[in-house]
């Protein structure tokens, strides 16, 4: 266990708050303590920073388990067996490409969702049902960054949960009555989306997406290695038909993105204003800046025609780039990355990632910018906390503090914003609080509800990209580690370790009874999700319910048949060989959590059936012999003799 001086940041008295100073902040107990480490953050020596293992050998990781403060009565995390979670939490699962649902505070998985990745479990990629979602020329898989949900007024709303995949360049939706990914959308003109946000007010509304890299634009062989022609765009989606609804032309690139409460305005980092391809390119300036959208005057700019169109597509695009009535560019230091508004709806803040700062900015200072009333945009700046060493992302508790992520010192600060805002304007206060280790390398983190005006100052939660030594060994690859931290007293309180699999960026913590009666236990027989094949099998004359029977349209062979514990509606059927099969499965059970599966042996086919939910799938027949069929869901003491045969012809 380390010291506990260690984990507690200053010690504060009453009457005795001041700023400290920036030696002060270089040995703060468990801080960045040695001057020398922190003057890697000045440039130039960043360079040899991320050489090899510099970034990560240098730099302390070596940390020896962390444990509670003694003798503070913690909030427990255990839920008892039989015992249900207070709230959702909704992680993103990175480059699995799916979303992941937890019980928070047990930290327990309760179902993966699958999104962009292919899932055999239940048939995500090979079901028809899956692929008229996923489109047919997605690529498979990708890497899912940032779930967030609708919102109403600054409210959770229970409709639909949104995410990214940065490398497909694709957002996707999630209703959250079945949580099945309903839609996704492919994002023209971009090489990637990164931050996602959602509209806040009066709802969502418009889902916002960065994009980092930067490319030639259309990007068909042009420009090739001119990177100065290269560029970026911001996209606004519509949330409800997820029809790209306009984008704007920035200059340097984005990374995070958060919006206001009062629907005016959306504001991304930016880390690479240099507009370089090179490592040591983008880390040359000493400030970036952060990139504030005006959503009324870019509507109206897109209503009077005031856009262009890129090649084919009919995305109205605008000019944001300096200069822009539509924006505002605000200088702040250094590839600032995580953007979060604070819940009282007043303030933005960016992590600044290379400085020990974290960038607060007033979105009222941003009207007075927009009305003309403020000349320099670095005067929309309120407060600039210096934190220690790598500040990625910033969590609010609904009460007046603030918790930043520093990914370098692998802890999590506390700070209280009107002190540090105090702070900035020459008052002698300190507005730090306590810095708790975290283990290790933090990148993310959330508070429950600290997205949205009912911020509750219950639960923190510090995404940490490495493990190191917290769980047995398992190869190579280690578990990511999601701490678990209570927030609800004056010190933060670290409660419990959960191990992960690659990699959580983000996640939203959503009280369940927020969601109470909004999620169903069974497939409604009139569900969108399946209506085509419901709308199909009409045409064929088949009553889904009812019927199991065959349909021949000269090669194309349609296999519908019930199932029903313990029984599929045909135990065997017979194509030849060159058809194109398509199986359609009705679960006629309708007792709840009673799902059948329908795997077809040597054919790479296997689909869940819910209660009252009907999958298809089609595949060639190609291979002349007896193929069985077998249900993968164990529904029943006779699930193994759940089974039957496709005979294929010669
Ligand atoms: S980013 S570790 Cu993909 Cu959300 Cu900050
Ligand atoms: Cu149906 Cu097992």
């Known amino acids: 266990m380390s010291d506990k001086k260690n984990d507690q940041g200053p010690e504060l008295k009453a009457g005795q708050i001041r700023a400290l100073t920036e030696e002060e902040i270089a040995a703060l107990p468990g801080g960045p303590g040695n001057p020398a480490r922190r003057s890697f953050m000045k440039a130039g020596a960043l360079a040899g920073l991320v050489g090899a293992g510099g970034l990560i050998g240098s730099l302390g990781l070596e940390r020896a388990a962390h444990a509670a403060e003694p003798g503070k009565k ?4 255990d839920v008892a067996p039989g015992h249900l979670d207070e709230y959702y939490g909704f992680w993103s699962g990175g480059q699995s490409g799916e979303l992941r649902i937890l019980g928070v505070p047990s930290m327990r998985e309760l179902m993966r969702v ?7 479990a239940i048939g995500w990629g090979i079901t028809n049902e899956s692929k008229r979602v996923l489109g047919e020329n997605f690529p498979r898989g990708g890497d899912l960054h940032h779930p967030h949900m609708s ?3 600054g409210h959770y709303d229970g409709r639909y949960l949104f995410m990214n995949d940065k490398t497909g360049s694709r957002i996707a939706r999630i209703r959250c009555d079945v949580m099945r990914t309903d839609k996704i959308t492919s994002i023209p003109h971009v090489a990637d989306v990164h931050g996602l946000r959602v509209q806040r007010e009066p709802r969502t509304g418009y889902v916002f997406a960065n994009s980092e890299f930067r490319i030639p634009s259309p990007n068909d062989g042009r420009d090739l290695d001119d990177p100065k022609k290269y560029q970026c765009v911001f996209t606004a989606v519509n949330g409800e038909t997820m029809e790209v609804a306009w984008q704007v032309i920035v200059d340097g690139n984005l990374d995070n993105t958060d ?3 009062e629907g005016k305005y959306v504001a991304s980092t930016c880390y690479n204003s240099e507009g370089a391809v090179d490592l040591a390119g983008m880390m040359r300036s000493e400030r970036d800046w952060v990139v504030v959208f005006n959503i009324k005057r870019i509507e109206a700019a897109v209503k009077a025609g005031k856009f262009k169109t890129i090649g084919t597509s009919k995305v109205p695009v605008v000019d944001g780039r300096h200069g822009s009535e539509l924006t505002m560019y605000i200088p702040v230091p250094k590839s600032p990355h995580g953007l979060n508004a604070t819940p009282d709806g007043k303030y933005f803040a960016a992590a600044g990632k290379l400085s020990p700062t974290v960038t607060l900015m007033e979105w009222s200072k941003v009207d007075d910018y927009f009305a003309g009333k403020l000349k320099d945009p670095r005067d929309a700046v309120v407060a600039e906390p210096q934190l220690g060493l790598g500040p990625l992302h910033t969590a609010y508790d609904g009460r007046g503090y603030a918790y930043t992520t520093l990914f370098i010192d692998s802890q999590m600060a506390k700070w209280n914003i009107q002190d540090a805002i105090d702070a900035y304007a020459g008052k002698k ?11 290790y390398q933090p990148g993310h983190n959330h508070t429950s509800l600290g997205e949205t005006r009912d911020a509750d100052g219950k639960w923190l939660v510090s995404l940490n990209k490495f493990s190191k030594d917290r769980f047995l060994a398992v190869g190579p690859l280690h578990p990511d580690l999601d701490q678990l931290i209570d927030i609800s007293g004056d010190q933060m309180v670290l409660v419990a370790d959960e191990p992960v699999y690659s990699e959580p960026h983000d996640a939203v913590i959503i009280p369940a009874k927020m969601l109470a009666g909004k999620i169903k236990r069974k497939w409604d027989r009139k569900d969108p999700f399946f209506a085509e094949t419901v ?4 045409k064929h004359g088949v009553v889904l319910e009812k019927d199991s029977k065959v349909i021949r349209q000269g090669k194309k062979v349609f296999v519908y048949m019930t199932s029903s514990a313990p029984k599929f509606g045909l135990d065997s059927f017979k194509v030849k060989k060159g058809d194109e099969v398509t199986v359609v499965v009705t679960n006629v059970d309708s007792i709840e959590d009673l799902s059948h599966g329908f795997c077809l042996a040597h054919h790479g086919v296997n689909m869940e059936i819910s209660p ?4 298809s799938v089609t595949f060639k027949a190609d291979k002349p012999g007896v193929y069985w069929y077998y249900c993968t869901f164990f529904c029943h003491a006779l699930h193994l003799e759940m089974r039957g045969r496709m005979l294929v012809e010669a």
């Open 535 to 538: 709308a199909q099998a009409k």
């Open 429 to 439: 206060v300190n507005y730090l609080r306590q810095k708790l280790d975290v283990a």
């Open 612 to 615: 009252q939910e009907t999958s």
């Open 74 to 77: 913690l909030e427990s995390h």
């Open 114 to 120: 699958p999104v962009f990745n292919t899932d055999f």
């Open 259 to 261: 919006c206001d409460y």
């Open 151 to 153: 919102q109403t007024h």
